[in-house]
């Protein structure tokens, strides 16, 4: 059970930054497709959504953490703050019948690149467990 | 089990595990970018399509395999893991890491073909990104089984 949990909480991470790597594709210039970009969405919403449930339900089933562990809520702050600046992203890239690039404002590259590096920081946590 | 997975694992084995594991969540990311922007192009064909996933898999995708298989080295050297005798988890890691390369090394150059054509305008790619799409879809596949060995380490 516990390693099924693992293996599907992982597997949502992988979602979680293949969704980062699609639309790193758009903000630096990519042709913005209907189907990559559904992708992107699926991967970053399913993976979000993925990480945090199963976070929580594997803190909750592993002896040795607890959900009130200093490295799991900042996992989930992270978490958080990478969500709200995912959204304000999803609903600025809007695909292109032509297939063409899109130009973005400066503040949705920002937030794409703030939740890039969230993400990464998330992983960061997630390895090191710091005061685990 | 359970106790082996909530242990802290020493710090030196951290740095190349992140290597390992973000190259390894990159690569799958670029491998799904390049797949659906080359599926994309099936019924009508598309230059832009066919180069973003060129780039995908020549600027995103070989650069991650090689952090992702730099980093399995470096950790399995940190963990001790004799070379001649791997733990069966391990061997599905290059059991999948190998051929994955080979497919992702062909589907690098077909989709490269196919964007120089579509670029000079000298014929279709549709072709040649079908060919690639099954086989990154065959990588993806097999990357999804390498996930799962990597976190439930069967025996």
Redesign the interface.
């Known amino acids: 059970m516990t390693e099924t949990l693992l293996f599907l909480h992982v597997l949502a991470a992988f979602f979680i930054v293949a969704g980062v790597v699609v639309y790193s594709a758009f903000v630096l210039g990519g042709p913005v497709n209907r189907l990559a970009r559904t992708t992107g969405e699926v991967l970053w919403g399913v993976g979000g959504l993925g990480t945090l449930v199963l976070g929580i339900w594997l803190a909750l089933d592993i002896d040795g953490y607890e959900i009130w562990d200093g490295w799991i809520i900042a996992a989930i702050l992270l978490w958080v703050l990478a969500t709200g600046a995912g959204s304000q992203v999803s609903r600025s890239v809007q695909p292109r019948d032509d297939d063409s690039a899109v130009a973005l404002p400066t503040a949705v590259v920002a937030a794409h690149w703030a939740r890039t590096l969230l993400v990464i920081a998330l992983l960061v946590v997630m390895i090191y467990k710091p005061g685990a | 089990?359970?106790?082996s997975?909530?242990?802290?694992r020493p710090d030196d084995w951290?740095l190349p595990?992140?290597l390992h594991?973000?190259g390894?969540?990159?690569l799958?990311?670029?491998l799904?970018?390049a797949t659906?922007?080359l599926?994309?192009t099936w019924r009508r064909g598309?230059h832009?399509?066919t180069r973003?996933g060129f780039?995908?898999l020549l600027w995103?995708a070989i650069p991650a395999w090689i952090a992702t298989r730099v980093g399995a080295e470096w950790v399995a050297d940190e963990e001790m893991i004799p070379s001649d005798d791997p733990p069966s988890w391990v061997d599905v890691g290059y059991q999948v890491s190998d051929p994955g390369l080979l497919l992702l090394v062909v589907a690098t150059i077909l989709t490269g073909i196919g964007a120089r054509r579509t670029a000079r305008d000298t014929g279709s790619a549709v072709g040649l990104d079908r060919v690639a799409t099954v086989l990154l879809a065959i990588s993806l596949v097999t990357y999804?089984v390498a996930?799962?060995a990597?976190?439930?380490?069967p025996d």
Request: hydrophobic share 75%; aromatic share 2%.
């Open positions: 089990m359970m106790e997975l909530a242990a802290v951290n595990l992140l594991v973000l390894a969540m990159t799958v990311g670029a799904v970018l659906a922007s599926a994309a598309s832009v399509l973003l780039r995908a995103a999804l996930v799962w990597m976190t439930t380490k």
